[in-house]
């Protein structure tokens, strides 16, 4: 059998890693950059990581969610601690589609209503809802066009507020940082008017931090900066560091029921020991101030570089917007450098490291980056 071809891929399979480190199958050494789309958040192989999922994979890897399973106790615990929403409830599944998926879900439920709010070139996944109200239509299906979303411009609190005036609004989806369509951020202003104006109209406010979560701004999550509560926040991406693992985060103010939501596969043994590692390591190693401290260092050395037409985004969620004549750079630094890096678009190289990653790490590749821009 042949694979389904869906992906255009490198000429490159990675086969060992460590941390920041990647070897291919002939041996040659990467630095990786980009955590294979900012899922790996404590570097690749960890050995904390490995014990913990080792030693789960030996004991139980797996048991339904029609039995009593601590580990997802312990999992939510432990998130609520770190993440500040202790007061709420977490629902398990494998993938940000996913969450996203339920969270539009437990938002439709809670308020009654269908149609959800999401804004310009936003990206939220594959899946039918989610799909939906991700603004590119070349991966959406006529299945998945169902009429119950509208487009909004980021940062237009007018044109949101004449659009969930005209009723029938379960939620609003938006990022924390938008991530695939480029690193865009919302202002503060918006995300405090957004947030004031859910509440007046009883709209369900849902934040996507499945690519901007999990500490990589430099907050736990990136709707943290503007100074708001979620009612309902998705995670994934980071979250397992590799292992598939999503979550949704629910206010106290939207109750379950039995059977609303499930999932075989969610919240299983081996992923919940995945994830609570990672939330271990986070913590331990005081993850979320490396990624804003080295943010900071590839701000102030990128920043007013002159192949960089803008610097976009926070601690290391990093846009980079190329100035006409670098578009390319990307490939170079990948080609002749070995770094693995992001995009969006061809003008656009996102940086996604892994929050271990070091002062000397980051420092190489300024280095080659000055070298191939000179
Ligand atoms: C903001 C955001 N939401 C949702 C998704 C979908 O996640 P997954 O690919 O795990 O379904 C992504 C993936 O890139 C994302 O960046």
């Known amino acids: 059998m042949d694979l389904f071809e869906v992906y255009k891929l490198w000429d490159i399979e990675p086969v060992k890693g460590s941390d920041t480190t990647l070897w291919d199958k002939d041996g040659n050494i990467y630095t990786d950059l980009y955590g294979g789309h900012a899922v790996i958040s404590v570097g690749h192989c960890h050995p904390h990581y490995v014990k913990k999922v080792q030693e789960q994979a030996a ?9 009593q399973n601590s580990l997802q106790k312990e999992l939510a615990a432990k998130l609520g601690k770190l993440c500040g929403y202790d007061d709420y409830a977490l629902f398990l599944c494998n993938s940000g589609a996913e969450a996203n998926e339920n969270a539009l879900k437990v938002a439709s439920f809670h308020t009654g209503k269908p149609k959800v709010l999401a804004f310009n070139k936003a990206f939220h996944g594959r899946t039918s809802g989610a799909v939906a109200a991700t603004d590119n239509p070349k991966i959406q299906a006529p299945f998945n066009k169902t009429g119950n979303i509208v487009f909004a ?8 507020e004449a659009e969930l005036s005209k009723g029938d609004f379960a939620a609003v989806i938006i990022e924390g940082i938008q991530g695939v ?15 004031e104006l859910c509440d007046r109209l009883s709209v369900v406010l849902i934040l996507d931090e499945i690519q901007s979560g999990y500490g990589r701004t430099g907050k736990f999550f990136a709707h943290q900066h503007y100074g708001i509560k979620a009612d309902i926040i998705t995670t994934a991406k980071g979250m397992g560091n590799g292992f598939p693992i999503g979550g949704v985060i629910i206010s106290p103010s939207i109750k379950p029921s039995y059977g609303m939501l499930g999932t075989t596969f969610g919240g299983n043994h081996l992923a919940c020991a995945a994830a609570t590692a990672v939330l271990e390591i986070i913590e331990e190693e005081n993850l979320v101030e490396n990624a804003a401290r080295i943010g900071e260092y590839f701000r102030q050395e990128l920043s007013s570089d002159k192949a960089v037409k803008e610097y976009r985004g926070k601690g290391l969620m990093i846009g980079l917007e190329l100035n006409e004549e670098y578009i390319g750079l990307r490939d170079r630094l990948l080609f002749e450098k070995h770094f693995f890096t992001g ?9 996604l490291p892994s929050l271990t990653v070091s002062q000397e790490t980051a420092e190489s590749f300024v280095k080659a980056w000055k070298e191939l821009t000179r």
């Open 59 to 67: 004991t139980l890897g797996f048991y339904s969610n029609a039995v």
């Open 153 to 160: 411009p980021l940062n237009d609190l007018a044109a949101v």
């Open 181 to 195: 369509a480029g690193i865009y951020e919302p202002t503060t202003e918006f995300m405090q008017g957004l947030r």
């Open 343 to 351: 995009a969006a678009g061809a003008g656009v190289i996102r940086l």
